[in-house]
């Protein structure tokens, strides 16, 4: 009963705007006085405001901000989609595959979707809408694209799933890589699926002289040697995600400096987005910490675990239920609430039932995707909209056929698990 | 009231900033330290300490304070689109008045663990002996900093809901153009 009325406080908590992690620490600590008394809530109060955050990996995410921040401000992202675009675009469809390639790569350097979406769509989505596409397919292909960035190495989203189920963060990292490459293939088929449906959607771009097919090809080497620096450095084990991430930002900031000479007020203003985010997911895990001293203390888990256990029902019965209840989530909640919400308690359940946390976190990232682009509040179909000046029912609807698209992939991650567990079975410890 | 706001503001800018130095400080200290390993194998014996026990803290308690003022931590709004703006100012109200004695009991007993901590000459052992109370002391400064600006930003919400002038405004909808601008880490 205090448990169903704990968790009652945190959604009404939820529901009236608190933030998540304040929403969490106030509703944890008022099952731990009621439940437990007021001894035990001054422990934890005493230690895990400390305990939570003294951590060197967590150093990881303010490091992938701030490399994101810096790429951003280097205004090398430009250079990634006028190059796809240039070896692309000369076939039907071929710059929303730009475009997907663009996502692709800037997401491996810049692990934000909302970062990646807003990107794409002040560079993409114009040529795009220049070059005859339908509005509302280009506005789609960008705002899917833009997802990419959580399953890629420098993924914030991959980090705070590693955190939160104590698992490697160097072997999680790794594991997106592969999941991303069949999630941008599934982008570029559905792209073309629906240009051979109807050509005149996506019509062929110009074409643009080999000689400067190569020059902007070099342009975008800097970008390229930095994810290699960062993704090779955390596979061969010669670097922790940690320094790796370190190193990551130092390049970013080098190319920012170099290629766009920002000042030192844009630099600060950069850093201190950086800091302000970081700490945002710092609250939201301590405040996640606090919520899971009170369920520890409670045997919620547990006694979830048990119950499961003794339904008799196909394992795979209950993850699709559990990847179906993601994807509702996903349609009216943000994806760093969700994570920090149901990863404590369905983690536990995942173990128990056989399945591997790693591949678990990697679904868990695909299905999150899916609700960035998921009515009624997908985020990237909002920054798409709002950075394109294009309707967001437009830019939802665009989204749809990479919706049901996403579901396939989903479902082939789900039916081999290898396809996630392979490259992390390499990883160097 | 106003006066107040401005120095609490004034406050989180000046922590905000140090936060940001020590985010520079933090990047060039690791990836240094990476360069001095692998190419020097002479990696610096003090960086892990000083980055997971005070840089961390500073990182996130100096920053605080300013991510609530700037509506930078993730909400769940979606019902702020159906309510009314006078409504929406009730669920800030509750929403400061119920968080403000979470961070006021973090900052008082944090603050008495940094006290005892310095009574004791508390030391981590390492290649440096470094002072516990240090970096204990950095909760209680930027809880108690967030507890007073809940504390002032309840007392602003209630003045507005009973018709005296709107000190500060509400949190912009996360996916209207104010809240895209500064749209979350995802």
């Known amino acids: 009963m205090m448990v169903l009325m704990v968790i009652a406080a945190l959604f009404a908590l939820l529901a009236i705007g608190m933030p998540v992690g304040f929403a969490m620490g106030v509703s944890g600590a008022m099952g731990l006085l009621i439940g437990f008394g007021p001894n035990v809530l001054v422990g934890v109060l005493e230690t895990t405001p400390i305990s939570a955050l003294n951590s060197y990996e967590l150093i990881t995410i303010p490091m992938f901000l701030l490399m994101a921040e810096m790429v951003l401000l280097s205004g090398i992202a430009d250079d990634l989609f006028k190059t796809a675009a240039a070896w692309f675009g000369r076939i039907p469809g071929g710059l929303g595959i730009a475009t997907t390639l663009a996502g692709a790569g800037f997401g491996a350097i810049c692990g934000t979707s909302t970062a990646s979406a807003a990107t794409l769509s002040a560079t993409s989505l114009p040529s795009m809408i220049k070059q005859g596409y339908e509005p509302r397919m280009a506005a789609g292909v960008v705002a899917i694209s833009g997802t990419l960035a959580m399953?890629?190495?420098?993924?914030?989203?991959?980090?705070?799933?590693?955190?939160?189920?104590?698992?490697?963060?160097?072997?999680?990292?790794?594991?997106?890589?592969?999941?991303?490459?069949?999630?941008?293939?599934?982008?570029i088929a559905t792209i073309l699926f629906l240009v051979w449906q109807d050509p005149a959607r996506a019509p062929a771009a110009p074409a643009v002289p080999f000689r400067e097919k190569l020059r902007l090809l070099w342009g975008v080497g800097p970008m390229v040697v930095l994810f290699a620096i960062v993704t090779g450095a955390i596979f061969t084990g010669i670097a922790t995600p940690t320094e790796a991430s370190a190193v990551g930002a130092f390049g970013g900031f080098v190319l920012a400096v170099l290629k766009a000479r920002p000042s030192l007020g844009q630099l600060q203003h950069s850093f201190e987005r950086a800091a302000i985010g970081s700490c945002m997911i710092a609250m939201i895990l301590?405040?996640?910490?606090?919520?899971?001293?009170?369920?520890?203390?409670?045997?919620?888990?547990?006694?979830?675990?048990?119950?499961?256990?003794?339904?008799?029902?196909?394992?795979?019965?209950?993850?699709?239920?559990?990847?179906?209840?993601?994807?509702?989530?996903?349609?009216?909640?943000?994806?760093v609430a969700i994570l920090v919400l149901t990863v404590p308690i369905v983690l536990p359940l995942i173990k128990s039932l056989g399945f591997d946390p790693i591949w678990f976190g990697v679904v868990k990232i695909v299905t999150a995707e899916v609700g960035m682009i998921t009515p009624p509040i997908g985020l990237n179909c909002f920054i798409v909209a709002r950075y394109s000046n294009r309707p967001v029912v437009e830019v939802f609807r665009g989204t749809m056929p990479h919706f049901v698209a996403h579901l396939f992939a989903i479902a082939i991650m789900v039916a081999f698990p290898a396809i996630v567990l392979w490259l992390p079975s390499l990883v160097h410890k | 009231m106003s006066a107040l706001l401005a120095v609490i503001a004034r406050a989180e800018a000046l922590l905000a900033t140090i936060a940001s130095v020590v985010l520079g400080a933090t990047m060039a200290i690791v990836a240094t330290d990476v360069v001095m390993r692998y190419g020097f194998n002479h990696p610096f014996g003090w960086s892990y300490d000083l980055v997971s026990l005070y840089f961390t803290l500073v990182l996130f308690y100096f920053c605080l304070s300013r991510a609530f003022s700037a509506h930078a931590h993730v909400a769940v709004d979606i019902l702020h689109y159906y309510v009314s703006a006078r409504t929406r100012r009730v669920f800030a109200l509750i929403s400061c008045t119920l968080s403000a004695p979470l961070f006021a009991i973090i900052a008082a007993v944090t603050f008495q663990r940094a006290v005892d901590a310095f009574a004791r000459h508390d030391i981590i052992e390492g290649a440096i002996e470094w002072p516990t109370w240090a970096y204990l002391a950095l909760a209680p400064l930027g809880t108690a900093l967030l507890t007073l600006r809940l504390l002032v930003d309840a007392t602003a919400h209630a003045v507005a809901l009973s018709g005296g002038p709107e000190l500060i405004p509400l949190p912009p909808l996360a996916r209207s153009d104010e809240g895209l601008e500064g749209a979350s880490f995802e």
Do not use: C
Request: no cysteine; glycine share 6%.
């Open chain 1, 286 to 335: 301590m405040g996640a910490s606090i919520f899971g001293y009170f369920f520890t203390l409670s045997h919620v888990t547990q006694d979830l675990v048990a119950w499961v256990g003794a339904l008799h029902v196909s394992r795979w019965v209950i993850i699709v239920i559990i990847l179906a209840m993601y994807i509702v989530l996903g349609s009216f909640m943000d994806q």
């Open chain 1, 151 to 187: 399953l890629l190495p420098t993924s914030v989203a991959l980090i705070i799933f590693a955190l939160l189920a104590e698992v490697n963060v160097a072997k999680l990292l790794m594991s997106g890589i592969i999941p991303a490459m069949i999630v941008t293939l599934t982008i």
